[in-house]
Each structure stands twice: as C-alpha cells, then as structure tokens.
C-alpha cells in the first residue's frame, strides 16, 4: 500500500517570485454569466514557482522539456538531504561531504534547506535571501553522483539569487555536457514528513518550443501499515 503527495505548490498569481520573474496573470476571456461557459487566459513566466529547468535553459541548442520521455520524470531512489544554512548562503562541497553516502546511488537529491516556513512567513526574504549551491557544489555533485539524474530544492533557485553572477553557473555545471539529460527542479514544496519516499514522479507542462516550465510533482510514500 502507497500514500500519494503533492511536491509542487499550485501556480499562485500573488506567490513568491525571484525580482527578475514578472507575476502571473489570469483573465477571463468568456464566462459562465454571458457565455454560458469560462474560458480564461493565463499569462506566466515559464520558471514561476515549482518548475523544472533543462539543459536548454542555458545551453543553446539542448535538450527542452518536451524531448524528454516519459520514464525520465519517474525516480525510485530519491534522497532527501536536510541541509540547514543560513539565508544566502552558498553551499560548498564540504557541506556535502556528510552526504556523500546518501547521495552516491539516488537517482534524485532533493535538498531541503528548510525554507518552506520562510516561503509561508517572510515571501521576499524567501525570494531573496535563500541559500544555494555554487559552481564548486554542483560540480562535486556531478563528480561523485553518477547516477543521479535530477535534483530538486525547497527555494526558488539552484544559485544563490543574493550572489546570482557567481552562482548562476551553477545550472550550466549542473546541465551542460553534449547529449545531457538532466533536470532542476526548483521551488519544490518538501516542508513535510518524507522519510518513507520511495518514489518522485514529476508531470511537466509540455509546450512545444519552451526550454522549461512549471510542473506538478508526487512524492509516493510506503505506507506504515
């Protein structure tokens, strides 16, 4: 027997967003009054709250979400990592280290920085403040990981939005490499009991042509009973 969460928060039009990601909009283009049905127009960056970035996010050229298949956004060995840092902290390989057992047979790392009571609380210091990994962290990831085919966060970007030039790289370290098929997933909603997961199945929207986009995530727990 299986339980089934939500690892992804719904697409909120007042949610936190990093200060380069305009908000979203939805309006109405019929209704149920003068229609006699609704149809409306939603309007929204493709990297808004939990979504997922590919190699064609900052590789020209690369792989998009829609070249991926189906069995690449279902994981059966995730790790959770409770990595607890101060706000705009850049996580180095020696914060990882401990990991490194952990980390070294999972097919997803996701890393709870323990921000999800921040993204409830305070929303611009969640937007802002957030920690993250650098170039040096991502690069040990990809070194001593080699199964690993996705990583997922509780903030709202893999670099460390306080210190973006010097950590941005950190996506293209983490998704560059001829033929690479690897996944992001940021803004991950991980504020929970997951010490039973078993399984990760991410549900992205397909749109030709976009190089990433918000997705619905669930986590699959073994029951205790």
Known sequence: MHRYLWLSYPLALDGPRPPAIPPP?????????????????????NHTGTHVDTPCHVVEGAVRITDFRPEEMIFMRPAVIDLRLPDATVAMPADLERFAGTLR????????????????????????????????????LRRTCPDLRALGLDVPSVAVIACLESTMPAHNELLSGVGRRFL????MNLDQDLSRLIEVRINPWLVEGMDSGPCTIVGVLEDKE
């Open 25 to 45: 909009e939805l309006t109405d283009l019929y209704t149920i009054a003068q229609d006699g049905a609704g149809v409306q127009i939603l309007r929204v960056a």
């Open 105 to 140: 047979h999972a097919d997803l790392a996701l890393f709870r920085f323990g921000y999800g009571e921040v993204r409830r609380t305070d929303p611009k210091r969640f937007c802002t403040r957030c920690p993250g990994l650098g170039v040096e962290s991502a690069r040990w």
């Open 184 to 187: 992001i997933i940021e803004e």
